[in-house]
C-alpha cells in the first residue's frame, strides 16, 4: 500500500467436505505431464491474447472445468484480524462532516490519494482441488482506491470529501462479469496445484494472475497512475477514481513494471524497471520527463529472477537489488515453492551508470538480506550510499508450506528480544525473524569495499519509507518510516503499524 498526497487543486467462509486428494502421486504424475510444457510456459508473456483465438464455446467448458473440479474457500480471518477485511466500493464522492479539530492556515487545497488490496469476493481465498490446495497471499486482492478531498471557499471555510473505487483492470472486470471467484491462486501452494493454476487461468483469461494495482499511486508527466509489480501501470482520473489505459508507453514496455519508480534529480526522467519468472529476469527503463517515450532500457542480465520491489537512484546511478527471494518456475517442477527466501544463497547490490548497460554495472557482494523498500540513496565523494530497509528473512510469500501460517507470522513480529525461554533447537521459526531495521550500505566505487551498518536499533521494527520526494537521490538529512507494532502484530498474526518514526 502507498499514497500520494498533491498540494495543488486538481481536477462467509465456505465449509465443504474437502476433496481427498493424493498430493504425492499427483506430484510425479503432473510434474511429468507438465515439463514438456515448460517451453512453451516460458513463452507465455504478461498478457496472451487468447481471447481473440479461443471460441467462447471453449472458454465455457473450461469454466466448467474449474467450477466441477475447483473448490473456492475463504480463509479464516479472527476477530483481531477484522480490520483487513475489504470495506464496500462507494463510488461517488460523499461530504465528510462533523469534523473535529483545525486544517492549518497554510495547508493547500487538494487531494490525499491511496490504494491497497480489497478482495472483491469478501476476503482471501484457497483453491481446493485433486491437485491439492493454492492459496492467495496476504499482499494480494484487487486494488481500490481511496481519495480524500480538501476545499476552501473564498471565506476560507474547509469541506472535506471521500470517494472510493475498484482499479477496473482487465482481470477485475473478468470475475465481475462472471460474478463469482474465477481466478485461480498461482502464488502459495501445492506445487501441482500453482501449475494448473497457471494454466486455466492463462487459457481462461489472458493472465497468469490477477492484475493487482494495489500497491502505489504515482504521478509522473502530469498524469496519475496506480500500480503492483506483477502489471503494467494504470492511468487513473484522481477526481473520478476511473480507471484509463494501460501505460505501455505507446508498446515500448510490455512486461511488469515496478511499485516503486523514481524521478531522477535534475532531469525529472522516471527510471523504473519490472522483473519477470522468465528472462529476461530483470529490466530497467528510463521514460522521458514528460511520460511520452522510453529512452533507454536495458537487461540486466541478472542469473536468476530476484522478486526485487524497488530500485534506488542518485544523480548519476541506478541502484539494483539482487537478495535470494527468488521466483523459480523449475523449483515448482519439482515439487517446491513457485517464490522462495533461500537465506544461504548470494546477495549484492549493484551500481549501474543511468544509461548503462549489464557490462557496465559495479556489483558489491553483501551479507544475505530480504529488502524491499528503500529509503533513500546518494553519492558521496566515491561512495554511493544505500538507506533502506533490511530484514533476515522475507514476509512473502509467508511459511512453508505445512507450517501454521499465525505461529509463523505470530513470532515473526516479536521483539528480537521478547524471548525468555529456550528455543526449540528443532524449530525453524524463531522470535523477531521478521524484524526490521532502516540499514545503510556504503559502497566504494574506488575500491570496491563495502560499509554496513544499522540506523535504527533492534528495539523497533519498522518499514514502508518515505523522505521529501524534493531530496531523492540526493543527501537528505530526515526520513520517515511506520513503526511495527510487534504486540498487535503477534496477537492478530498479521502486520499492524501503531505510529511513524522520525529518522
Excluded at 278 to 292: E, N, R, T
Excluded at 373 to 385: A, S, T, Y
Excluded at 448 to 476: Q, W
Amino acid at each position: 500500500m502507498a499514497t500520494l498526497c498533491l498540494a495543488p487543486q486538481v481536477k462467509g467462509s465456505v465449509h465443504k467436505q474437502p476433496i481427498p486428494h493424493r498430493i504425492g502421486e499427483l506430484k510425479t504424475s503432473l510434474s511429468c505431464t507438465v515439463k514438456p510444457f515448460i517451453q512453451e510456459l516460458e513463452k507465455i508473456p504478461m498478457m496472451i491474447n487468447v481471447s481473440k483465438t479461443i471460441k467462447s464455446a471453449t472458454l465455457r467448458i473450461l469454466d466448467a472445468f474449474v467450477d466441477s473440479i475447483f473448490q473456492f474457500v475463504d480463509q479464516p480471518v479472527l476477530p483481531s484480524q477484522r480490520n483487513f477485511l475489504p470495506v464496500e466500493e462507494i463510488g461517488h464522492i460523499v461530504q465528510i462532516e462533523g469534523i473535529v479539530g483545525e486544517i492549518p492556515a497554510d495547508f493547500p487545497e487538494g487531494v490525499y490519494i491511496r490504494n491497497g488490496a480489497n478482495p472483491l469476493w469478501g476476503g482471501l481465498k484457497s483453491a481446493i482441488s485433486v491437485f491439492g490446495r493454492s492459496n492467495h497471499v496476504w499482499i494480494e486482492g484487487e486494488g481500490m482506491l481511496h481519495a480524500l478531498y480538501f476545499t476552501k471557499d473564498t471565506n476560507g471555510n474547509w469541506s472535506f470529501s471521500y470517494n472510493n473505487r475498484f482499479v477496473e483492470s482487465q482481470t477485475f472486470k473478468m470475475e465481475k462479469q462472471r460474478n463469482k471467484p474465477s481466478s485461480l491462486p498461482a502464488l502459495e501452494g501445492d506445487s501441482p496445484a500453482i501449475l494448473a493454476a497457471f494454466l486455466l487461468n492463462a487459457f481462461r483469461f489472458g493472465y497468469v494472475n490477477k492484475i493487482l494495482s494495489n500497491t502505489n499511486v504515482f504521478e509522473h508527466g502530469g498524469k496519475y497512475y496506480s500500480i503492483a509489480e506483477n502489471y503494467l501501470a494504470q492511468e487513473i482520473d484522481i477526481s473520478s477514481l476511473s480507471t484509463f489505459d494501460d501505460w505501455d508507453l505507446c508498446g515500448a514496455w510490455c512486461r511488469p513494471f515496478t511499485s516503486h519508480p523514481k524521478k531522477a534529480p535534475g532531469s525529472g526522467e522516471l527510471v523504473i524497471m519490472g522483473v519477470d519468472a522468465v528472462k529476461p529476469y530483470y529490466v530497467v527503463g528510463v521514460v522521458s520527463a514528460d511520460g511520452k517515450k522510453l529512452i533507454h532500457k536495458v537487461d540486466v542480465k541478472l542469473e536468476r529472477s530476484t522478486f526485487a520491489h524497488d530500485i534506488g537512484v542518485t544523480q548519476k546511478y541506478d541502484i539494483i537489488l539482487d537478495f535470494p527471494l527468488i521466483i523459480d518456475v523449475y523449483r515448482l517442477l519439482r515439487g517446491g515453492p513457485l517464490l522462495k527466501y533461500e537465506k544461504e544463497k548470494y546477495a549484492r547490490i549493484g551500481v549501474m551508470p543511468r544509461y548503462g548497460d549489464a557490462d557496465s554495472i559495479r556489483w558489491f557482494d553483501v551479507e544475505s538480506y530480504c529488502t524491499f523498500h528503500i529509503l533513500n540513496c546518494f553519492e558521496d565523494g566515491d561512495e554511493v550510499i544505500v538507506r533502506a530497509c533490511k530484514s533476515n528473512e522475507s514476509i512473502i510469500p509467508g511459511p512453508d508450506w505445512g507450517i501454521d501460517k499465525f505461529k509463523w507470522f505470530s513470532k515473526g513480529f516479536k521483539p528480537l528480544s521478547s524471548s525468555t525461554e529456550e528455543e526449540d533447537d528443532n524449530s525453524s521459526i524463531k522470535d523477531g525473524f521478521l524484524f526490521t531495521c532502516v540499514n545503510e550500505w556504503r559502497l566504494n566505487m574506488e575500491t570496491g569495499e563495502v560499509k554496513e551498518r544499522n540506523l535504527s536499533g533492534t528495539e523497533f521494527s519498522m518499514d514502508f519509507p518515505m523522505i521529501n520526494e524534493g531530496y531523492t537521490g540526493l543527501r537528505c538529512k530526515y526520513g520517515y518510516t511506520q513503526v511495527i507494532d510487534s504486540e498487535a502484530s503477534s496477537i492478530c498474526g498479521n502486520q499492524t503499524h501503531n505510529t511513524i518514526s522520525f529518522i
